[in-house]
């Protein structure tokens, strides 16, 4: 811990701004029991804001010649639209995906953006511009969640909010094959692709069960995957902002430190 006086050390100040506000204090590497309060939040409020973007848009766009707003959004627009030509080829399917997957995009890049917000700001108004918060009775959030002055402002770097829209999408994709292509369409797939059958009855049953093994395999890599790359990259980002604060903190501890700092600003910018 660090000395009576003195700031946290470097490795203090990483694991307690990692931490979540939550209802529980997390003990297992992956505990989807917990609710990470501050993802929740700041997903709902990013989630709005994406939607009063593009509702604004929507609302100002006229058929003349485009201001650079609705230019710019239109650009979003096609270039979601023409991802969802490639993938969807049922027009009337695709009037629900593309404006779905253009929110979803949106949402996602707004998550993402939030690691660009100096690490220490929110946190920092969390702990002392809000005055029932940084309070030492037993009736603040203190004593109902157990954490002092947490508040992780990027809920993609949380893998419960990554992996809850990597399974939103697989849902998402379960109902769109069976809508298009219907129930038992779908399921002669998941029994003949990726291999095909044949005539014989014992290979076709051989066949037809390592299709549908390798179907579920895919369903579930794809989910795992989408879920833990997203994961994965916003909390290594997170990780390396954090380092490049604190190289600027070294340049006190020595007159070499001031490589440190050098570096810190090279980093930074």
Same mark, same amino acid.
């Given at each position: 811990?660090?000395?009576?006086?003195?700031?946290?050390?470097?490795?203090?100040?990483?694991?307690?701004?990692?931490?979540?506000?939550?209802?529980?204090?997390?003990?297992?590497?992956?505990?989807?029991?917990?609710?990470?309060?501050?993802?929740?939040?700041?997903?709902?409020?990013?989630?709005?804001?994406?939607?009063?973007?593009?509702?604004?848009?929507?609302?100002?766009?006229?058929?003349?010649?485009?201001?650079?707003?609705?230019?710019?959004?239109?650009?979003?627009?096609?270039?979601?639209?023409?991802?969802?030509?490639?993938?969807?080829?049922?027009?009337?399917?695709?009037?629900?995906?593309?404006?779905?997957?253009?929110?979803?995009?949106?949402?996602?890049?707004?998550?993402?953006?939030?690691?660009?917000?100096?690490?220490?700001?929110?946190?920092?108004?969390?702990?002392?511009?809000?005055?029932?918060?940084?309070?030492?009775?037993?009736?603040?959030?203190?004593?109902?969640?157990?954490?002092?002055?947490?508040?992780?402002?990027?809920?993609?770097?949380?893998?419960?909010?990554?992996?809850?829209?990597?399974?939103?999408?697989?849902?998402?994709?379960?109902?769109?094959?069976?809508?298009?292509?219907?129930?038992?369409?779908?399921?002669?797939? !998941?029994?003949?692709?990726? *291999?095909?059958?044949?005539?014989?009855?014992?290979?076709?049953? %051989? #066949? $037809?069960?390592?299709?549908? @093994?390798?179907?579920?395999?895919?369903?579930?890599?794809?989910?795992?995957?989408?879920?833990?790359? !997203?994961?994965?990259?916003? *909390?290594?980002?997170?990780?390396?902002?954090?380092?490049?604060? %604190? #190289? $600027?903190?070294?340049?006190? @501890?020595?007159?070499?430190?001031?490589?440190?700092?050098?570096?810190?600003?090279?980093?930074?910018?």
């Amino acid at each position: 811990m660090a000395a009576e006086g003195m700031g946290p050390t470097p490795g203090e100040y990483i694991r307690h701004h990692l931490g979540h506000l939550a209802t529980d204090k997390q003990k297992d590497i992956v505990d989807f029991s917990i609710v990470n309060i501050d993802s929740v939040v700041v997903n709902i409020i990013l989630g709005a804001l994406v939607c009063w973007f593009l509702w604004s848009a929507a609302r100002k766009a006229t058929s003349g010649v485009p201001g650079r707003f609705q230019a710019f959004v239109e650009i979003l627009v096609e270039m979601v639209d023409t991802q969802a030509k490639g993938v969807i080829h049922n027009a009337t399917s695709r009037k629900l995906v593309a404006p779905m997957a253009l929110v979803v995009f949106c949402w996602v890049f707004m998550m993402n953006f939030m690691d660009l917000i100096p690490v220490d700001l929110i946190p920092f108004i969390w702990a002392h511009g809000i005055p029932f918060v940084h309070d030492h009775t037993d009736t603040g959030l203190h004593a109902v969640f157990g954490m002092k002055d947490y508040m992780r402002v990027v809920p993609t770097a949380d893998l419960s909010t990554t992996l809850g829209l990597s399974i939103s999408v697989l849902v998402m994709c379960l109902f769109y094959n069976i809508k298009i292509k219907g129930l038992g369409g779908w399921t002669h797939e !998941l029994v003949t692709a990726p *291999f095909g059958t044949s005539r014989n009855p014992i290979w076709a049953l %051989l #066949l $037809g069960v390592i299709n549908f @093994l390798m179907q579920m395999i895919e369903f579930v890599a794809k989910t795992v995957s989408h879920g833990m790359r !997203l994961f994965g990259n916003l *909390f290594a980002g997170e990780l390396v902002f954090m380092l490049i604060a %604190l #190289l $600027g903190g070294f340049a006190a @501890l020595s007159f070499s430190g001031a490589l440190f700092f050098v570096g810190h600003l090279i980093a930074g910018t």
